[in-house]
T-cell receptor
Framework: KQEVTQIPAALSVPEGENLVLNCSFTDSAIYNLQWFRQDPGKGLTSLLLIQSSQREQTSGRLNASLDKSSGRSTLYIAASQPGDSATYLCAVLNTNAGKSTFGDGTTLTVKP | GAVVSQHPSRVICKSGTSVKIECRSLDFQATTMFWYRQFPKKSLMLMATSNEGSKATYEQGVEKDKFLINHASLTLSTLTVTSAHPEDSSFYIC??????????FGPGTRLTVT
């Protein structure tokens, strides 16, 4: 059974700092890995999708990496802004499963 | 990115009544849709996986007669909370998977049962 862990559970940084969020998974037989952002009381917004054959994806100030063999993914946020404050979740879709497994998320606070 | 809509965004109902929530994928055909429940400051809890044209697959502990799911077309899935009780009050979120296996979420529905 796939297990997804996100560390840390919460993170607070000053504006402008670069930061890394971590996601680890136990079963490396994955189809893809997706990073989401959730604002309080809202649905999830897809940030980046990495296919199993890819090593990284970039969108603006965000860069996500994937190391399947070690069961790890990181989300790098450059030059953080207060508007980046949200909960970030990673989700892993296994090749033999019809549903994704979500981590519990990292709640990020960027202080002005 | 792709858009998934959810309606209503907020609903208040009396105990014992039923509530229907709609989830639509607006710009792609979704063979698979998912329904989640989320409690305050908690992670997502998958309730069921909905496949177009077939019965939904419910997660362990989710009552299928309580939470009726209908995936009527490739762009529409509905969740009906039957005989709602205050403990059913929660934030319900749907998502749809596109043909490339990317998952998109609706904005959520806040259900309050009085």
């Amino acid at each position: 059974k796939q297990e997804v862990t996100q560390i840390p559970a919460a993170l607070s940084v000053p504006e402008g700092e670069n930061l890394v969020l971590n996601c680890s998974f136990t079963d490396s037989a994955i189809y893809n890995l997706q990073w989401f952002r959730q604002d309080p009381g809202k649905g999830l917004t897809s940030l980046l999708l990495i296919q199993s054959s890819q090593r990284e994806q970039t969108s603006g100030r965000l860069n996500a990496s994937l190391d399947k063999s070690s069961g790890r993914s990181t989300l790098y946020i450059a030059a953080s802004q207060p508007g980046d404050s949200a909960t970030y979740l990673c989700a892993v879709l296994n090749t033999n499963a019809g549903k994704s497994t979500f981590g519990d998320g990292t709640t990020l606070t960027v202080k002005p | 990115g792709a858009v998934v809509s959810q309606h209503p965004s907020r609903v208040i109902c009396k105990s014992g009544t039923s509530v229907k929530i709609e989830c639509r994928s607006l710009d792609f055909q979704a063979t698979t849709m998912f329904w989640y429940r989320q409690f305050p400051k908690k992670s997502l809890m998958l309730m069921a996986t909905s496949n177009e044209g077939s019965k939904a697959t419910y997660e362990q502990g989710v009552e299928k007669d309580k939470f009726l799911i209908n995936h009527a077309s490739l762009t529409l899935s509905t969740l009906t909370v039957t005989s709602a009780h205050p403990e059913d009050s929660s934030f319900y979120i749907c998502s749809a998977r596109d043909p490339l296996h990317e998952q998109y979420f609706g904005p959520g529905t806040r259900l309050t049962v009085t």
